[in-house]
């Protein structure tokens, strides 16, 4: 008779990066997998809400390749990929609902959705 083990503790293998940011970039989640913070956040709380708020982002990038662009977040260049939904990018902002709003806003509901959860 088969049956699956089931691990008692979390493992989260997230890749973190501290790297130089521009000022107002506390961090970032990359569509591989990776994460980077501004190197200086120097608050343990701060630094903890950063990168759950980015493992947020991380987990809708899993999801968008999972249902084949279907549901979740991806990016390019000139892009933003949610929900099935294609928004242009250009100059550090996002043409959302005929605007164009800076990215990281908390009008977006991929970014509604990382706020939520941080906490």
């Known amino acids: 008779m088969a049956f699956k083990?089931?691990?008692?503790?979390?493992v989260d293998n997230t890749p973190v990066y501290f790297?130089?940011?521009?000022?107002g970039i506390l961090g970032r989640a990359n569509n591989n997998g990776t994460i980077t913070v501004n190197n200086r956040v120097d608050s343990p709380a701060q630094?903890?809400?950063?990168?759950?708020?980015?493992?947020?982002?991380?987990d809708q990038f899993k999801?968008?390749?999972k249902s084949n662009g279907k549901k979740g977040l991806n990016y390019s260049d000139s892009s933003i990929e949610w929900e099935g939904q294609s928004y242009p990018?250009?100059?550090g902002?996002?043409?959302?609902?005929?605007?164009?709003?800076?990215e990281?806003?908390?009008?977006?509901p991929w970014e509604k959705e990382a706020y939520k959860k941080e906490k």
């Not at 790297?19 to 000022?23: K, L, N």
């Not at 630094?47 to 991380?58: D, G, N, S």
């Not at 990281?104 to 977006?108: I, M, P, R, T, V």
């Open 5 to 10: 083990l089931k691990s008692p503790y979390v």
């Open 89 to 91: 990018r250009k100059n």
């Open 47 to 58: 630094l903890e809400e950063v990168i759950k708020h980015e493992k947020v982002h991380v």
């Open 19 to 23: 790297v130089d940011e521009e000022d």
């Open 104 to 108: 990281g806003s908390k009008s977006f």
């Open 63 to 65: 999801r968008f390749a």
């Open 93 to 102: 902002k996002i043409k959302y609902k005929g605007k164009w709003i800076m």
